[in-house]
């Protein structure tokens, strides 16, 4: 590998000021350093874990289609993320001399401030669906509020103010379009090959400068937290006050950052994100599309990433039971050495992964379903978004010519210490006419597969029982019947 320079500062733009820092914690977050170091208060804390959607701002950054903006959490966005990056705060929003801004504007007449804490969160999530799409539909308007929340209940008011904004300007002239070369140009200047290191020892940051740099860092520094998206990490840090020095932060990494296809096989970078992956995966795998839009907010899927999800080896994760059902493969690279293992396999026990010391994920291949093949995903959360999963199922089916299970891989999330498949009940299926006595006869397997935990989102009764109807309900979407769906004792009486 070529000799790396060093360099001992982050740089990013805030609004229209270029920014250095040769100081800074591993675990200062954005919405903390825009408040008490740069007096920026419109940017609110809410709730500290990128739920309420309060302290939303805007990051720009370098991508293959050119600068990006996109909404995030300041509270759990970390400063060492955000080097060659645009930062938009709500105070930088303007309009023509004198007057609001056109997003604003439309917030005031229509009434869409209440108490007014949430508002500029609001604001800048509408502007950023503004400038990618001036003319929204009711749908888009209600995803890019999906991580915002007024605890006045005014969305009705803010819904309309959204679908007027265009009425007071044009999206083309605003500021931030006017200036995309220039901020451009800025941006490009910025990135300059290097590695950035701040501080020392276990007070140590590191921005590698790209794949090849962070496998030779984090082979050097193995015990390192690694940051990626920082949905997660950045809990640790609110929530749990957690040390996560050294911290090497690889969000902007481009070589993890590249979703592809060949021969049927849709390879995804472990820094891409939930929102770069969509596009991809609901054309080519429709089912997914669905469950990625009820993945935390807009700002969560913006930031996080889909390589995180699987690595952090949570066994509520969202995306392992379904890749898992897929078929999935994981890369995992060590310095200049990479293996290749089933997803299934990565996961050991719970907070325990097939990954050794200076090991990471590097990316994971998955197969395009066949035209025959039956596949389906179905969440179970206590509201229908941004919440976290109680239990989450995946189908894959494909049928014999003779209607008999030919192939079959259910893996759940919520049930185990681990994202699991059900062994027990695929074995009941396989080579069985696909039929609902087949079906709930292999129900009964499910005691076996599974020992689901009582815990704040469901209890172990519950999980168990929707398990099961889970599978009925996949019948029933496959042949057109209504399966009769269990209840529990106490429902049935």
């Known amino acids: 590998?070529?000799?790396?320079?060093?360099?001992?500062?982050?740089?990013?733009?805030?609004?229209?000021?270029?920014?250095?820092?040769?100081?800074?914690?591993?675990?200062?977050?954005?919405?903390?350093?825009?408040r008490l170091d740069r007096s920026l208060r419109g940017t609110k804390e809410g709730c500290a874990e990128g739920d309420c959607g309060a302290c939303t701002v805007l990051v720009g950054k370098l991508s293959p289609s050119g600068l990006v903006y996109e909404s995030v959490n300041a509270c759990i966005r970390f400063l060492g993320s955000l080097d060659g990056t645009h930062v938009v705060t709500v105070e930088h929003l303007r309009g023509s001399p004198g007057q609001l801004h056109p997003v604003q504007q439309a917030m005031v007449d229509f009434h869409g401030s209440q108490c007014g804490f949430c508002t500029p969160g609001f604001v800048m999530s509408l502007y950023g669906l503004w400038m990618k799409s001036p003319d929204p539909s009711n749908a888009a308007i209600e995803k890019a509020l999906q991580g915002n929340l007024c605890r006045c209940t005014g969305y009705e008011a803010i819904m309309r103010a959204a679908r007027a904004v265009s009425s007071y300007g044009k999206a083309a002239k605003d500021p931030l379009a006017a200036e995309r070369k220039a901020i451009t140009a800025r941006l490009e200047a910025m990135h300059d090959g290097a590695r950035v290191e701040i501080g020392s020892a276990k007070t140590r940051l590191v921005v590698p400068a790209n794949v090849d740099d962070f496998a030779a860092v984090l082979d050097k520094e193995p015990s390192a937290t690694i940051v990626a998206g920082s949905t997660d990490v950045g809990l640790w840090v609110t929530k749990h006050m957690r040390d996560i020095s050294p911290a090497i932060f690889i969000g902007n990494l481009d070589g993890l950052c590249t979703i592809s296809e060949e021969k049927g096989v849709i390879t995804i970078g472990a820094g891409v994100t939930y929102t770069e992956a969509f596009s991809t995966l609901a054309e080519r795998i429709p089912t997914l599309g669905p469950l990625f839009d009820r993945i935390g907010g807009e700002q969560v899927r913006n930031m996080g990433t889909i390589g995180g999800n699987i690595a952090n080896g949570s066994p509520i994760g969202d995306t392992p039971p379904p890749l898992i059902a897929l078929g999935a493969r994981l890369i995992l690279r060590k310095g200049n050495n990479r293996r290749t293992i089933p997803l299934e396999a990565f996961f050991i026990a719970y907070g325990k992964q097939d990954r050794q010391p200076g090991e990471f994920v590097e990316a994971v291949h998955v197969p395009v379903p066949a035209k025959d093949t039956k596949f389906a995903v179905h969440k179970i959360t206590k509201r229908r978004d941004e919440d976290i999963t109680a239990a989450l199922g995946a189908f894959f089916l494909t049928l014999a010519g003779d209607g008999t299970v030919a192939d079959v891989r259910i893996a759940y999330g919520g049930m185990a210490a681990t994202p699991k498949r059900a062994s027990f009940v695929e074995r009941e299926l396989l080579g069985k006419p696909w039929t609902e006595q087949t079906v709930e006869a292999a129900m009964a397997e499910y005691a076996r597969d599974f020992t689901p935990l009582t815990d704040m989102r469901a209890s172990a009764e519950y999980r168990a029982l929707a398990a099961r109807n889970l599978l009925l309900r996949f019948f029933a979407e496959t042949t057109g019947n209504k399966a009769p769906i269990q209840v529990s004792r106490n429902e049935a009486a």
């Open 1 to 34: 590998m070529a000799k790396i320079s060093i360099r001992n500062e982050i740089r990013f733009i805030l609004n229209g000021r270029d920014v250095v820092l040769s100081s800074v914690a591993s675990d200062a977050t954005l919405l903390d350093w825009l």
